[in-house]
């Protein structure tokens, strides 16, 4: 079965620092994956997704995430953090039987200080 | 295009009222999934309905939770009785078609934040 996995549940960086939100996942099979970003009282917004292919993924406003299939790993970065870039990011993989549906990590806090 | 709309925002209801919540996906989009979080835990699945048909619905909770989508068009669902372990934001999602629509990713609603009192 898939599961991921979202280590820490809040990140603070100052602003212009690095971003890195670390994902793990599992997977028995080639896993699509995905990154989503809540901004508050707003929905999730789709940030990238790897599905085959190039194994660095770039997405909106900057962000951008590699598929490491030996580490099993698909941490985002973001070279340099901005205010607006505060919000919840979720990390996903989608199933690959049944109704292939996506399973969701508990989501990483990001808050940036100016 | 318009995005997936999900009403109400929020909705407080007693213990055992029954509450229903709605979803219109985008236009055109097969696929249509709700989730549900708990305060400050993962986003769980719920179940997946692709048009009218529930594809998916392993994750509902228990016989309390009915959801359907008349037509392949809008979603509903219901909580009756609702429970106090009931509150959470429920979101909706909506994707174009494929396996499972999860090539393309998810739009999602901004969710309904429901507290059962």
């Known amino acids: 079965a898939q599961s991921v996995t979202q280590l820490g549940s809040h990140v603070s960086v100052s602003e212009g620092a690095l971003v890195l939100l670390r994902c793990n996942y599992s997977s028995s099979v080639p896993p699509y994956l995905f990154w989503y970003v809540q901004y508050p009282n707003q929905g999730l917004q789709l940030l990238l997704k790897y599905t085959t292919g190039a194994t660095l993924v770039k997405g909106i406003n900057g962000f951008e995430a590699e598929f490491k299939k030996s580490e099993t790993s698909f941490h985002l970065t973001k070279p340099s953090a901005h205010m607006s870039d505060a919000a919840e990011y979720f990390c996903a993989v989608r199933t690959n039987t049944g109704g292939f549906k996506t399973i969701f990590g508990a989501g990483t806090r990001l808050f940036v200080k100016a | 295009e318009a995005g997936v709309t999900q009403f109400p925002s929020h909705s407080v209801i007693e213990k055992g009222q029954t509450v229903t919540l709605r979803c219109d996906p985008i236009s055109g989009h097969d696929n249509l999934y709700w989730y549900r979080r708990v305060m400050g835990k993962e986003i769980k699945f719920l179940l997946h309905?692709?048009?009218?048909?529930?594809?998916?619905e392993s994750g509902m909770p228990n016989n309390r939770f009915l959801a359907e989508r008349t037509g392949g068009t809008y979603s509903t669902l219901k909580v009756q009785p609702a429970e106090l372990e009931d509150s959470g934001v429920y979101f909706c999602a909506s994707s174009q078609a494929g396996q499972g629509g999860g090539d393309y990713g998810y739009t999602f609603g901004s969710g309904t934040r429901l507290t059962v009192v």
């Open positions: 309905f692709v048009k009218e048909s529930k594809q998916d």
